[in-house]
């Protein structure tokens, strides 16, 4: 038999079981399927000896496809052993399908008294040497995507339909679709349906549709980094609205010592949050000169360099004492909480102006004498939320002079223009996409530092201010606040790392420095872009990004979601909105 011979005849035999019934035997399916395994094996073995680049990206998505489809027939094996009720066969029928010397032309034997197996996942577990959970898991798995078994013991609907046929469409890739459906099971009350109740979804978006629609739709629409990421904000929304269980307490909590290694939990707000991000972000950079000092090792101490370091007095009379916060059994100093008004000197004349007007002097900021009676225990605030009010004033107070590059984390709020109308229940968003509830969005428009960033139609900025030649400044923030991040989809970079690209028209060739003319990029595909690797385009004032064909057969002009950038006539949920 010559190969193309051979090829005709295991097309024909893929196709055979399907047309009028199974036309071959359950032992020939068994004897069929060992031999497509050793083929597989056998032409992964050539593929990797050739050398070839090209097959072995053929070869590759080939593995994946099969990947794929292996993934479905586990939950499919799996539920069909527990509907077919293999684990109560008897023990010599268990015997002869190891030994391959099983009669599939006979009925299969059922065991009389006491069955090997309590379940199908012990039998699975056993048969498979696998864990029992990885056993149940599969099962659980199939109710949610392929069947579940009704009171009669037959295959009815899946949990989660919408995803049940994506799932089996395989159009989305089937582990990240079994990995939402279990995170949206634990949303769900305990599914009855085997005991004769058939229960109904219970978890909904706010637009009132299920959040297994939603999760569906984003995974078929969205890439894998961009889908997961909207699921996962949809899951924390719902449970932020919908459990009663307790947030945790605010706080910098010490944590214990491990190798000489200090550990502290951290559990702040929004607003404190964006302020941490921002910082992190900025001493992540290597352009920013805050963030190439960070990087940059500290001088030595006394003790290791051998002789004691000069004093700086500027930085001496700008550091604050030693925080008392190292020691729990001191009171709160003044620069660990709220400056009283009116004292202090230009600092806190400067800090003075950027409190809210409805913001009342604290006065338990006062020097504190240990001669004194102890405060209140019921009203004084717990030690680590002290040692957090210490951090943040550390962490949210620029300090200015001397030579050393300091890193002042700022926060940008983005927010639409009939937000401005209704701040009793508008929410904001920042750069980092951190959720601002409509109580801290109020304080923070308040305070100085934070720029809010106004949006009209059509998802473009209105007036933030002054142009400059280059992207930099308000230009910049515009651009952001309409791209979030770096527009090539799946793209995860920070947007602290984001360049602006004229993409309409080079600067070299005339092109002009404007929000409607810049597109936010991460580095790397800024030069992919002029290296012909992409394309960018503009779609009603919108810049879009067309991946290579081999990445995108439909070449269709798409923007990235991971950093929530905003879309053609696009408004974002509010969330918590009826």
């Not at 039998?123 to 995507?145: G, K, V």
């Not at 972000?281 to 003790?303: L, N």
């Not at 030690?383 to 001397?402: F, H, K, Q, V, Y």
Request: aromatic fraction near 4%; proline fraction near 9%; hydrophobic fraction near 35%.
């Amino acid at each position: 038999m010559n190969i193309e011979a051979l090829l005709t005849a295991l097309h024909t035999l893929c196709a055979s079981p399907h047309p009028g019934g199974t036309r071959l035997a359950a032992g020939m399916l068994v004897r069929l399927g060992a031999l497509c395994l050793s083929l597989f094996t056998a032409i992964g073995r050539l593929v990797h000896e050739s050398n070839d680049p090209r097959l072995v990206l053929a070869h590759a998505q080939l593995v994946e496809n099969m990947a794929q489809q292996v993934h479905y027939q586990q939950l499919g094996s799996a539920l069909d052993a527990e509907l077919t009720g293999a684990a109560n066969l008897s023990l010599e029928t268990f015997d002869a399908v190891r030994a391959q010397g099983c009669d599939f032309d006979t009925e299969a034997e059922f065991t009389t008294s006491r069955p090997c197996y309590p379940s199908a996942a012990d039998l699975l577990a056993a048969w498979l040497s696998i864990t029992y959970f990885e056993a149940q898991r599969r099962i659980e798995d199939a109710h949610l995507l392929i069947g579940r078994r009704n009171v009669q013991g037959t295959i009815c609907a899946p949990r989660f339909e919408h995803l049940a046929q994506l799932y089996a469409q395989g159009n989305a890739d089937r582990r990240l679709i079994a990995s939402t459906a279990r995170s949206l099971a634990k949303l769900e009350k305990p599914d009855t349906t085997f005991e004769g109740m058939p229960s109904e979804l219970a978890a909904r978006a706010p637009d009132g549709k299920t959040l297994e629609e939603h999760a569906a739709q984003a995974l078929e629409q969205l890439g894998p980094v961009e889908a997961r990421k909207r699921i996962s904000t949809q899951i924390k929304l719902y449970k932020q609205l919908h459990q009663d269980a307790p947030a945790p307490p605010l706080g910098l909590f010490v944590g214990p010592v491990i190798r000489g290694v200090h550990t502290f939990a951290l559990h702040t707000l929004a607003t404190h949050a964006e302020f941490l991000r921002s910082l992190a972000a900025q001493a992540g950079s290597k352009r920013g000169r805050g963030g190439a000092k960070a990087r940059q090792e500290d001088a030595a101490p006394a003790e290791q360099a051998g002789q004691a370091a000069p004093p700086d007095p500027a930085q001496d009379a700008a550091d604050p004492p030693t925080p008392p916060w190292l020691r729990p059994e001191s009171p709160m100093p003044d620069w660990a909480s709220e400056p009283e008004s009116g004292q202090g000197g230009a600092e806190d004349e400067h800090d003075e102006q950027d409190e809210p007007a409805d913001t009342e002097p604290d006065e338990d900021t006062t020097d504190a004498d240990p001669e004194q009676d102890e405060p209140d225990p019921g009203q004084e605030p717990s030690a680590p939320l002290r040692r957090l009010n210490a951090l943040m004033d550390i962490l949210c107070t620029a300090t200015s002079g001397g030579k050393k590059k300091t890193i002042v984390p700022k926060i940008l709020v983005y927010l639409w223009l009939k937000d401005l109308k209704n701040l009793a229940t508008a929410h904001g968003i920042t750069a980092h996409g951190v959720d601002i509830p409509p109580g801290e969005l109020r304080q923070l428009l308040a305070a100085a530092r934070v720029i809010p960033l106004v949006l009209g139609g059509n998802s473009q900025p209105i007036d933030v201010g002054r142009s400059r030649r280059f992207h930099r400044g308000t230009i910049k923030m515009a651009v952001m606040a309409r791209d979030r991040g770096c527009i090539v989809p799946e793209c995860t970079t920070p947007p602290d790392l984001v360049e602006i690209d004229h993409y309409k028209k080079p600067w070299s060739e005339g092109g002009t420095t404007s929000v409607d003319s810049g597109a936010a990029m991460c580095s790397n595909e800024h030069h992919g872009r002029h290296a012909g690797h992409l394309k960018v385009v503009d779609v009603d004032g919108l810049p879009h990004v067309v991946l290579p064909p081999h990445v995108d057969p439909e070449q269709k002009p798409r923007r990235n979601t991971y950093w929530g950038a905003l879309q053609l006539d696009d408004e974002p949920e509010q969330p918590g909105e009826p």
